[in-house]
């Protein structure tokens, strides 16, 4: 008996024994099997989450930012106590005592399993099995990849401190809202930082791991409540809070940004616009400032760039163009509206149609005189329409436009025709269409008037805006309104400058031998070319003889100007457009002297730029600096020495000395001849009934053939700024659309606040030069003591003699009606003394084979 009870015992011993060996075996070659191909967690240390990357204006104010996760990196130690516990308490109450994995809640979890037949499935995961599986491994619900999370877990746990492990958590878990990391989420739920949450909105954020979706604070608020009283019980619970708390907490509604409790962070950020948004396509297109031409390191880099954009004036430059742009629009009287409409269903009460019309995609963005708000078409009665507009209240008898604010349009009718000028608002608009309003006001008093309709224009433009001397744009508005069309005019529109390129022509000339007083022959110019016959035409469509550089410039003549690009060469033409950045590689052909080929605005009045400091070279730029996400500069526009930053004393009223390195585009002496010059198109030129500023301004007009783009570019001895107007798919502005009279004021209307800001001065005089007196119409030499209208004072360089009375003509055939002072010999090429001092040949002149039609005038 007694053997057989040892043989017993024995053999549950053994079977025991055995059980426990192949148990361990099991697990032992389960974990070897799972765990030979795990990646590895030490790169979990050098983690960088994506994180948001930031625009700041030049006086620190957050102006834009851009993320694909909009995530807010925050280091464990800056985390609150609070915000921890919370979501130890919701997600993992026994974090800082497990070794990477909970036992008894995969047990629990394994039994809930089996009892329900797999219905209800509990993650039973830690805090730092969820890390292993959003950093390491995928997110689906397999046994395979449960095990591989514990195998990792109990790794990573003695790699990482538990700190570490809950900063890559609560930087990482998504909380809704495209909101990454529970920094992000507080600025999206609450507007607050993290040291601001009360207990109960810890717990509103600690209740959304397991499903965002599913607890959102509008559609589920009851359930996110219940969720959120459940955390703060086991934030209780687990002694994070006193009893009273709790019973506090319990007690206070769940608010948030969602449902209207708070305001939300971006009502604090301005309306993307142009130039925020050309900082993100150069930052993704060029290796220079961040290292990378991927548009996704710059979405997740977390970079600070500090814009040299000054908010005031980019408002200024937003509402000059865009007053003209809607003046022209107006002209024409055609009302174009939005080609939006609200269906008729959708229209029965103010709650479907305030619904309905938050969805139409529409410019929110423009703001002219007032704010222009998206509206609703309800009804028309008697010729007055009836409006529901967004944002706007209702009030007794509802918002109305009159008829008579229709009466200045046309409809264009579905098939392009027009209809007959509207009498009533019914004429142009009907039920359910969707327009823009704006409030008129009284210009005393600012008091309401009446709801007048708006439109985006057809037409469109662009202007830039930057310091002549460190090449930092202060503003850039690439079009009417960002939301309306991004298309950034000012930098991606590829236009003909016509005549604003004229003064590239002229550099080359006075860099060649030539002065300002120099006389060039103004007569009518015959080209055969492949494309048939060219005859080129000044504006005026008059012939002027022979007449002095300055004059040919004053007044834009065009027929001087090919005379003297034929005379220059169009090679050296070319060369100095190229210098400047006008072009990359500039087509040799006559034609483009007159401006046929296309540029951009925005180097445009870089070049202009660099005539404005005195010809040292200008790299025009949105940004000033770039910090990344630790705050290490990574890049500096301002690459300037200061040498008497360092010292320790300097002498009363002297500052530090700021070298310049940058390096010289055109001799100074001639910078001043040709701002000079251009100073004279402003004073009496094309520009002379427009431009009217308190300190001396130099610029050039630009009209292309059949007005299809104008231009203003121009300058003071700081500020240089550009405009051009036209439609993004060129054709004819019409009569009357000149550079001066359509881009000139919105010049004029920036300037004047640019002035009042940043002051100006007279253009600065290079050493190395006297003035002579010349009749600026003849180009004749006057006494020193001679006064008139036609007196200028020209400046020439020490050491040179001007010749007087010689006419230049490109070498083209003249009628025998034009008298010349001196004709020159027509070699195909010449020796001249260039303005360093030393010799250049100048030449050969075009042939047909480098004359194109153009097409300008």
């Not at 608002?425 to 008037?449: C, K, Y």
């Amino acid at each position: 008996m007694i053997r057989f009870i040892f043989s017993f015992f024995g053999a549950i011993f053994s079977f025991v024994t055995l059980g426990i060996v192949m148990a361990a075996l099991t697990v032992g070659g389960v974990l070897y099997m799972y765990g030979r191909d795990l990646p590895s967690y030490e790169s979990l240390a050098q983690y960088q989450p994506p994180t948001i990357s930031r625009i700041y204006s030049g006086e620190g104010q957050l102006i834009d930012e851009f993320a694909r996760e909009r995530r807010l990196f925050t280091p464990a130690e800056e985390i609150p106590d609070l915000i921890k516990q919370a979501f130890i308490s919701a997600e993992d109450k026994n974090f800082y005592i497990h070794q990477g994995y909970d036992m008894r809640g995969i047990a629990v979890a394994v039994y809930e399993a089996i009892q329900t037949r797999g219905e209800s499935v509990r993650g039973a995961s830690t805090i730092t099995q969820q890390v292993m599986k959003n950093f390491l491994l995928s997110g689906d619900r397999q046994a395979e990849r449960k095990i591989k999370e514990i195998i990792l877990a109990a790794r990573v746990e003695h790699a990482l401190s538990k700190e570490e492990i809950l900063e890559l958590y609560l930087n990482e878990i998504y909380l809704g809202q495209n909101s990454y990391g529970v920094t992000a989420a507080a600025q999206t739920f609450f507007n607050k930082t993290l040291s601001e949450l009360a207990p109960h909105e810890a717990a509103f954020l600690a209740s959304l791991p397991q499903a965002p979706s599913e607890y959102h604070p509008v559609r589920r608020k009851e359930r996110l409540t219940q969720r959120r009283n459940y955390v703060l019980r086991e934030m209780h619970d687990n002694g994070y809070i006193t009893q009273e708390v709790l019973i506090a907490e319990l007690n206070q509604p769940l608010r948030s940004v969602q449902n209207g409790d708070f305001e939300s962070f971006r009502t604090a950020l301005p309306p993307r616009d142009y130039f925020t948004d050309e900082i993100r396509r150069q930052l993704s297109q060029s290796d220079e400032y961040i290292g990378s031409r991927d548009e996704e390191e710059f979405f997740s880099g977390g970079y600070t760039v500090r814009a040299t954009i000054d908010e005031e004036m980019q408002v200024e430059a937003a509402e000059s163009l865009r007053i003209s742009l809607e003046e022209y629009d107006r002209s024409l009287g055609i009302w174009n509206g939005t080609g939006e409409t609200i269906p008729a269903e959708q229209l029965g009460s103010e709650e479907d149609w305030r619904a309905a019309l938050s969805d139409v995609r529409i410019a929110r963005d423009i703001v002219l005189e007032n704010p222009w708000y998206p509206a609703v078409v309800l009804e028309i009665r008697g010729g007055d329409a009836r409006i529901g507009i967004e944002g706007v209240d209702e009030v007794e008898g509802g918002h109305w436009v009159p008829a008579k604010d229709a009466q200045w349009a046309r409809k264009r009718r579905g098939d392009g025709s027009l209809a007959p000028r509207a009498q009533g608002a019914g004429d142009l608009v009907e039920v359910g269409d969707v327009v823009h309003v704006r409030r008129m006001t009284s210009d005393s008093d600012g008091s309401f008037i009446r709801w007048t309709l708006r439109q985006v224009p057809r037409v469109q433009g662009g202007f830039v805006a930057m310091d002549v001397n460190t090449g930092r744009v202060i503003a850039m508005q690439g079009g009417f309104s960002y939301q309306s069309s991004v298309f950034n005019r000012a930098t991606q529109a590829m236009r003909q400058p016509g005549s604003s390129f004229k003064p590239f022509v002229y550099a080359a000339a006075l860099d060649s031998g030539y002065s300002p007083a120099t006389i060039v022959v103004d007569a009518p110019i015959e080209i055969n070319t492949p494309q048939g016959l060219w005859r080129p035409k000044n504006s005026s469509n008059q012939f002027y003889g022979p007449t002095p550089l300055r004059t040919g410039i004053e007044r834009s003549r065009n027929l001087m100007t090919i005379r003297l690009a034929q005379e220059v060469g169009m090679s050296v033409v070319a060369d100095y457009a190229e210098r400047f950045g006008v072009y990359d590689d500039m087509g040799r052909y006559l034609a483009n002297a007159l401006g046929s080929e296309e540029t951009t605005l925005y180097k445009m009045v870089t070049a202009y730029s660099m005539f404005a400091n005195g010809g040292e070279r200008v790299e025009p730029t949105l940004v000033d600096r770039i910090q990344d996400r630790y705050g290490r500069t990574i890049y500096r526009h301002d690459q300037r020495d200061c040498v008497d930053c360092t010292a320790p004393y300097l002498q009363p009223g002297t500052g530090p000395r700021i070298v310049s390195n940058r390096s010289r585009v055109m001799n100074a002496i001639t910078a001043y001849q040709l701002t000079s010059m251009m100073k004279g198109v402003v004073d009496r030129g094309t520009a002379s009934g427009v431009i009217n500023l308190p300190v001396p301004t130099a610029g050039k007009t630009g009209t292309t053939n059949d007005a299809r783009d104008v231009w203003f570019v121009g300058f003071t001895s700081n500020i240089a700024a550009g405009c051009y107007i036209g439609y993004d798919q060129p054709r004819p502005l019409g009569r009357g659309a000149y550079g001066s009279s359509m881009c000139g004021p919105v010049f004029q209307r920036f300037m004047e606040k640019a002035v009042a800001k940043y002051g100006g001065g007279p253009f600065e005089v290079p050493p190395g030069g006297h003035f002579i007196k010349i009749n600026r119409l003849t180009g004749a030499r006057l006494p020193d003591d001679a006064t008139g209208d036609n007196v200028v004072a020209e400046y020439f360089r020490d050491g040179e003699m001007p010749i007087f009375g010689v006419a230049y003509d490109g070498g083209f055939a003249m009628g025998s009606n034009l008298p010349l002072v001196e004709e020159v010999s027509r070699e195909t090429g010449r020796t001249v003394t260039t303005s360093s001092g030393g010799t250049a040949y100048v030449g050969p002149k075009a042939n047909f084979g480098t004359v194109s039609s153009g097409g300008l005038y």
